[in-house]
T-cell receptor
């Protein structure tokens, strides 16, 4: 049973446009959500996060929106740049304390075309 | 700081062989985890540890053993390798602070092929 789902395996956008990556979850007890970015042959790196008590968090070109009633979050990248091309993973913290456990979605491969 | 290091980067095993994937961190983090990444499956948690001497199972623990004798090291042992364990393995560590101050840092990964 996949508790965190990214239903779009891939996304292609033009440089300068907005990229929107989506993530759905099933467990209402998740207390924190994170986005990780992964380049080939490297480990994932942390990008941005949001607490379950917030509905928006912004960091430069990256904004994460959380809709708790819909159990949905999205990552907006504006403007998109070719260097943003990577696999993006949505992850959720189970809410059982700060144990370091994260539950990941399947990932979405973003391609930003020059 | 070197962060999270993993060795080896690549490994090919035959079915039934055993091996240990090494993971070390120099950030004095209490929490360490092992994940595997498979196509279409994302990252799945194998085992994790909340401190030296304390380990617990994740989502997919079967066929793997861990131990945590020091804060720095968290090796992952494959007891009898199977083709289903062909994957990319990532080790991660995290401090004890709350998100977002303390987040997970990942190593570069070990690509394992079991023939």
């Amino acid at each position: 049973d996949q508790q965190v789902k990214q239903n779009s395996p891939s996304l292609s956008v033009q440089e300068g446009r907005i990229s929107i990556l989506n993530c759905d979850y099933t467990n209402s007890m998740f207390d924190y959500f994170l986005w990780y970015k992964k380049y080939p042959a490297e480990g994932p790196t942390f990008l941005i996060s949001i607490s379950s008590i917030k509905d928006k968090n912004e960091d430069g070109r990256f904004t994460v929106f959380l809709n708790k009633s819909a159990k949905h979050l999205s990552l907006h990248i504006v403007p998109s740049q070719p260097g943003d091309s990577a696999v993006y993973f949505c992850a959720a913290s189970p809410g059982s304390g700060n144990t370091g456990k994260l539950i990941f979605g399947q990932g979405t491969t973003l391609q930003v075309k020059p | 700081n070197a962060g999270v290091t993993q060795t080896p980067k690549f490994q090919v095993l035959k079915t039934g062989q055993s091996m240990t994937l090494q993971c070390a961190q120099d950030m004095n983090h209490e929490y360490m985890s092992w994940y595997r990444q498979d196509p279409g499956m994302g990252l799945r948690l194998i085992h994790y540890s909340v401190g030296a001497g304390i380990t617990d199972q994740g989502e997919v623990p079967n066929g793997y053993n861990v131990s945590r004798s020091t804060t720095e090291d968290f090796p992952l042992r494959l007891l009898s390798a199977a083709p289903s364990q062909t994957s990319v393995y990532f080790c991660a560590s995290r401090g004890q602070g709350a998100f977002p101050t303390d987040t997970q840092y990942f190593g570069p990964g070990t690509r394992l092929t079991v023939l």
